[in-house]
């Protein structure tokens, strides 16, 4: 069974700082996703960044990068110059290859500070 | 991008009495759709996955027989909360992944429950 352990249930950062947000996952599969999901408090679940386990370079998508591991099956999460609008809670989140659910992590509460 | 919608978004029931809630992909067909429930400060707990023209398949300690799923087209599930109680008070949300494409998950903006 796949499982995936955020153990930072709250981080704060300052604004214009940098932040990273731990996850390790564990699956017995050796075709997977891994995902970091925002969800503010409207509560609508939104994809921040996502990383094919087969690809070897680390997903980037501007002020986001994730540091992949595949070894030490870690998968984190940097945001670079945070912003005021980046407060929410995080969750980092695993998949098998095909058209399968997510798996969640507890989640970690980011606050940023002006 | 894919959007998702449940309806409604929100809803007060009394409890013993049934409520029904709507996935739909709005610009593109969905096989598989996944129900989840996520509690006050908690995580996203799958429910049951959906499968069109199927049975839905449930995870355990969901009882199929309190919500009941139909996935009848490639655009709609449904999620029934039949003789609902306070303890099914929650926010349930859909996903959805494009058929034949299933890099990345849809979700819909959630419903949210209260059982009086």
């Known amino acids: 069974a796949q499982t995936v352990t955020q153990s930072q249930p709250e981080m704060s950062v300052q604004e214009a700082e940098t932040v990273t947000l731990s996850c390790t996952y564990d699956?017995?599969?050796?075709?997977?996703?891994l995902f970091w999901y925002k969800q503010p408090p409207s509560r609508q679940m939104i994809l921040v960044i996502r990383?094919?386990?087969?690809?070897?370079q680390n997903a980037t998508e501007n002020r986001f990068s994730v540091n992949f591991q595949k070894a030490a099956k870690s998968f984190s999460l940097k945001i670079s110059d945070s912003q005021l609008g980046d407060a929410a809670m995080y969750f980092c989140?695993?998949?098998?290859?095909?058209?399968?659910?997510?798996?969640f992590g507890k989640g970690t509460r980011l606050s940023v500070i002006a | 991008g894919a959007v998702v919608s449940q309806h409604p978004s929100r809803v007060i029931c009394k409890s013993g009495t049934s409520v029904k809630i709507e996935c739909r992909s709005l610009?593109?067909?969905?096989?598989?759709m996944f129900w989840y429930r996520q509690f006050p400060k908690q995580s996203l707990m799958l429910m049951a996955t959906?499968?069109?023209?199927?049975?839905?398949?449930?995870e355990q300690g969901v009882e199929k027989d309190k919500f009941l799923i139909n996935h009848a087209s490639l655009t709609l599930s449904t999620l029934t909360v039949t003789s609902a109680h306070p303890e099914d008070s929650s926010f349930y949300i859909c996903s959805a992944g494009r058929t034949g494409w299933v890099h990345e998950q849809y979700f819909g903006p959630g419903t949210r429950l209260t059982v009086t």
């Open positions: 990383q094919e386990a087969y690809k070897q």
């Open positions: 959906s499968n069109e023209g199927s049975k839905a398949t449930y």
């Open positions: 699956t017995s599969e050796s075709d997977y996703y």
């Open positions: 610009d593109f067909q969905a096989t598989t």
């Open positions: 989140a695993s998949r098998n290859s095909g058209n399968t659910p997510l798996v």
